[in-house]
Nanobody, 116 residues
Framework: EVQLVESGGGLVQPGGSLRLSCAASGFTFSSYAMSWVRQAPGKGLEWVSNINSGGGSTSYADSVKGRFTISRDNAKNTLYLQMKSLKPEDTALYYC?????????WGQGTRVTVSS
């Protein structure tokens, strides 16, 4: 059974940092591209970043470019999102998703709140 479990969310002040993790199981993690997608309160889904299966190629939404860094550890079956210089508009539920010509599996999400 494919499982994606996010962790690391929380309440942080503007300008602060958080690192999200996504533990994957039930499939060959190193064979799949992965993405982070977020949903702000009352808004639709927004793609944040993705990374290829080997970790050598990444891309970011303009809204997070230069502040967020996606990475993965294929030996640990874990995806990461390092978030710096957080802004109130980064407040959202953050999901990791397996990227297979669309997102075929999602985690349950981890909530990030950026507020003073």
């Amino acid at each position: 059974e494919v499982q994606l479990v996010e962790s690391g969310g929380g309440l942080v002040q503007p300008g602060g940092s958080l690192r999200l993790s996504c533990a994957a199981s039930g499939f060959t993690f190193s064979s799949y591209a992965m993405s982070w997608v977020r949903q702000a309160p009352g808004k639709g889904l927004e793609w944040v970043s993705n990374i290829n299966s080997g970790g050598g190629s990444t891309s970011y939404a303009d809204s997070v470019k230069g502040r967020f860094t996606i990475s993965r550890d294929n030996a640990k079956n874990t995806l990461y999102l390092q978030m710096k210089s957080l802004k109130p508009e980064d407040t959202a539920l953050y999901y990791c998703a397996r990227d297979q010509v669309g997102y075929d599996y999602w985690g349950q999400g981890t909530r990030v709140t950026v507020s003073s």
